[in-house]
């Protein structure tokens, strides 16, 4: 059974939920599009219905919520340090299944990843509640089916959205007392079938052809046509690579704090190392890293491919490169 509501049923839920919560979905900036006069669709708080943008894919995914692009680790002087206080506020965040199963990827990189957890990353990530938004048709370059990340059944409360008219299911009881309204049969629904299909290669047909892969003349056309703006990894929702940075202030160079920063396997720098050496200085190389490491690596290391099918890195490339594409094309060759 799910519960209908209208549109200001809807929004007094959200306003009691405020007191406890952080509330982030979808949502359009007016006129901060990458060119004149577009607008940028992307996640930030809501207070209402109306704020949320529901007919068009975020270019930006809700990473930053629980990863922040910038994040204090720790404040420190010349004897003591200090980590930052987070907010007491709950995390509730309006998303799509891919972008839910995203969540889960992350968690396998600073939570599973060897014998200690990313404590950073855990105290907002233990916060976060799922308000999953029903997906039944996609977007032109999705692909969730095909990384069997079309689905999420571990919501809190999930959501049809039908223009004004809005159906949950609250699956956590304790957001039942505040989504109340005419009970209705309701069974959540998610899409079968995505546009596009891609086959993704074999991980153990990879491993004994590893070396021809990896010499593949299919990686020198990215050479050639990849800018390493980084755009791809930064739309990306499981991408999770960080700089650190060491900020001194300028009033007293003695105290200062301790940065994590995103940063990109496809931009300049990423692999510099002392002594002035630099690791995949070739742009068509950092195209088979970040790659491999979503369809190949990843999956070894934690049975599922890091890559939940978005489609984001294909949507933003200012060059049109797919990442459809070259998934296929490395499927073609390890099937050859």
């Given at each position: ?305 890091m890559c939940v099918g978005c489609g984001r890195c294909d949507d ?20 050859r």
């Amino acid at each position: 059974m799910g519960i209908e509501l209208d549109v200001k049923s809807f929004d007094d839920a959200l306003k009691i939920l405020s007191k406890d919560y952080k509330i982030f979905a979808p949502i359009r900036l007016k006129g901060k599009g990458a060119f004149s006069d577009t607008d940028l669709v992307t996640y930030g708080e809501i207070s209402s219905y109306r704020d949320m943008e529901l007919s068009e894919k975020s270019r930006y995914s809700p990473k930053e919520v629980i990863y922040p692009i910038t994040q204090t680790l720790f404040y420190f002087t010349e004897d003591e340090y200090k980590e930052p206080e987070i907010d007491n506020k709950g995390i509730i965040v309006f998303l799509r299944p891919c972008d839910a199963n995203s969540y889960l990827k992350l968690d396998n990189i600073f939570l599973k990843n060897g014998p200690y957890e990313d404590n950073y990353y855990k105290k907002l990530r233990d916060k976060v509640k799922f308000f999953v938004i029903e997906c039944t048709k996609g977007f032109s370059t999705c692909f969730c089916v095909s990384t069997g990340s079309n689905k999420f059944l571990d919501y809190d409360v999930f959501f049809r959205f039908d223009n004004d008219k809005i159906t949950c299911d609250v699956k956590n009881d304790e957001f039942s007392y505040v989504f109340s309204g005419k009970e209705v049969e309701f069974t959540p629904e998610f899409i079968e079938k995505n546009e596009i299909e891609v086959k993704l290669p074999d991980v153990d047909k990879i491993s004994r052809n590893i070396e021809y892969v990896f010499n593949h003349e299919l990686w020198d056309e990215y050479t050639k046509r990849c800018i390493a703006c980084g755009r791809c990894t930064v739309s990306c929702p499981t991408c999770s690579c960080f700089s650190m940075q060491d900020i001194f202030y300028k009033d007293n160079p003695k105290c200062g704090e301790r940065r994590r920063v995103w940063a990109s396997c496809m931009v300049d720098g990423f692999t510099d190392v002392a002594g002035g050496h630099s690791y995949r200085q070739k742009y068509g190389e950092r195209m088979r890293f970040k790659v491999m490491h979503k369809i190949y690596n990843y999956k070894k290391r934690f049975g599922t491919t890091m890559c939940v099918g978005c489609g984001r890195c294909d949507d933003v490339c200012p060059e049109y490169i797919s990442f459809i594409k070259i998934v296929s094309k490395v499927t073609d060759a390890v099937e050859r």
